[in-house]
């Protein structure tokens, strides 16, 4: 179930690329991914970053998290920040996805929060 909800959540913002470069280099730091995503300019930049944020479940990246979660236009992008929310698993962003799993506007985000939020709760993340 964890491999499905994350290979689903990749394969919407599949724009993402990991190249061979940066999978060998050093991994930055939460401070330094959050410096990152402030400069990025592209959605696929931004992608990049929240799912690393997510990976690292650093808590205190959540508001930023939140912000792009609430204010990108580009819904992979949102949902990848959902995904990487549920990942820290903090109360606040716990309590944004379960809200958004009933009241979203777009029916995708809507849906991958349920998804995100039943799956961390349940320990499948």
Known sequence: MKNLIVTAAVALFATVNLSAASIAAPVPTV???LLQ?????????????VYQLGEMEAQEATDALLDIFYNAEHEGLRVMAALSIAKIGDD??????????YTDDNPYVKKMCGVFYVAEYYGEL
């Open 31 to 33: 401070e330094q991914l």
């Open 92 to 101: 606040k962003g716990m309590d944004a996805l379960k809200n958004a799993a």
């Open 37 to 49: 995503l402030k400069e990025a300019k592209t959605d696929v930049a931004k992608g990049d970053i």
